[in-house]
């Protein structure tokens, strides 16, 4: 089974762009879940999409937002990024034991 | 906020050595799980070890888990080079269809050949 694959690898924007990340899962993992990792504050959960609902949703202002698909792909969407935004995102899907299966990030920097 | 705290924040042996790993967490939880990080990369699952279980093994790894004193342990033995990695605790609330997995900021091991 092919794992969970991120699109893009790595992303360069300025301050008060926007940027969309893609996220595909693993074939029949209907559960999507999104994070934030920076060296400061770790490992922060930013949301939780099962079966295109939103189930959770982690502590993040409004500029993240995020939806799944009929076919489980998930994006997440920052808008008027922020010079703080520069963190790897991650993306993970899991059968709904909570065993996450990572896909390998996106690296986004904001200059 | 993280539940999970691992402690050390890191850690650096000699291959060949064992390393220990501990993670403390606050509420009652359904599992804990711990997962890899290799620098810059997706983090990978290495086990998962449930409230009424005491103690779990996969290969070169044994985890504990005391749910009186709120605390897990990740005993690596015999260290490669290759298990130079971060290594996360992740602790699944009770009902885990309404609450997410809440990872701690990880424990960076280094292994010296």
């Known amino acids: 089974k092919a794992g969970v694959t991120q699109t893009p690898r790595y992303l360069i924007k300025t301050r008060g762009q926007q940027v969309t990340l893609s996220c595909s899962p693993i074939?029949?993992?209907?559960?999507v879940s999104w994070y934030q990792q920076t060296p400061g504050q770790g490992l922060q959960f930013l949301f939780e999409?099962?079966?295109?609902?939103?189930?959770n949703k982690g502590n993040f202002p409004g500029r993240f937002s995020g939806r799944q698909f009929s076919n489980s792909r998930s994006e997440m969407n920052v808008s008027t990024l922020e010079l703080g935004d520069s963190a790897l995102y991650l993306c993970?899907?899991?059968?709904?034991?909570?065993?996450?299966?990572f896909g390998p990030g996106t690296r986004l920097t904001v200059l | 906020s993280q539940q999970g705290e691992e402690d050390p924040q890191a850690l650096s042996i000699q291959e060949g050595e064992n390393a220990t790993m501990n993670c403390s967490y606050k509420?009652?939880?359904?599992?804990l799980q711990w997962y890899r990080q290799n620098s810059g990369r997706g983090l990978v699952h290495l086990i998962l070890?449930?409230?009424?279980?005491r103690e779990k093994h996969s290969g070169r790894l044994r985890v504990t888990l005391d749910t009186s004193k709120k605390s897990s342990s990740l005993l690596i033995t015999a260290s490669r080079a290759a298990d130079t990695a971060s290594y996360f605790c992740?602790?699944?609330?009770?009902?885990?269809?309404?609450?997410?997995?809440?990872f701690g900021k990880g424990t960076r091991l280094s292994v010296i050949a």
């Open positions: 999409y099962f079966s295109e609902t939103q189930r």
């Open positions: 993970a899907s899991s059968l709904g034991d909570r065993v996450q299966f």
């Open positions: 509420t009652s939880i359904n599992n």
């Open positions: 992740a602790t699944g609330p009770l009902l885990p269809g309404n609450t997410p997995l809440v």
């Open positions: 074939s029949g993992h209907r559960s």
């Open positions: 070890i449930r409230s009424n279980e």
